[in-house]
Nanobody, 124 residues
């Protein structure tokens, strides 16, 4: 199994940028699909973006054009570059992994491996 650790969260102003990292250990990420989810206070976890083994990615509508998921196989790390941040992006961000079947998974319950989360706060 794979272990995941998120980092890079913090406090930024509206319009600012952050890059979140999801460092994997135990297994290499190249044969896993990695998803980013976020959970705002009082809300359910919601899909943000995912990248699958062949490098294809998918981003939720509210973040398209602002967020970009990428991976660095040499570093065994997946990133979420977040630009043009808005207060509504405030949430705990989690990365999650599943054994890739070459298709995107959008539901939290489809991902068996999770990191601890990193807080992103965007002030207005």
């Amino acid at each position: 199994q794979v272990q995941l650790v998120e980092s890079g969260g913090g406090l930024v102003q509206t319009g600012g940028s952050l890059r979140l990292s999801c460092a994997a250990s135990g297994r290499t990420i190249d044969r896993y699909a990695i998803g980013w989810f976020r959970q705002a206070p009082g809300k359910e976890q919601k899909f943000v973006a995912a990248i699958i083994w062949n490098g294809e990615s998918y981003h939720e509508d509210s973040v398209k054009g602002r967020f970009t998921i990428s991976r660095d196989n040499a570093k065994n790390t997946v990133y979420l570059q977040m630009n043009s941040l808005r207060p509504e992006d405030t949430a705990v961000y989690y990365c999650a992994a599943e054994g890739s079947t070459g298709v995107f998974r959008l539901l939290p319950q489809e991902y068996p491996y999770w990191g601890q989360g990193t807080q992103v706060t965007v002030s207005s």
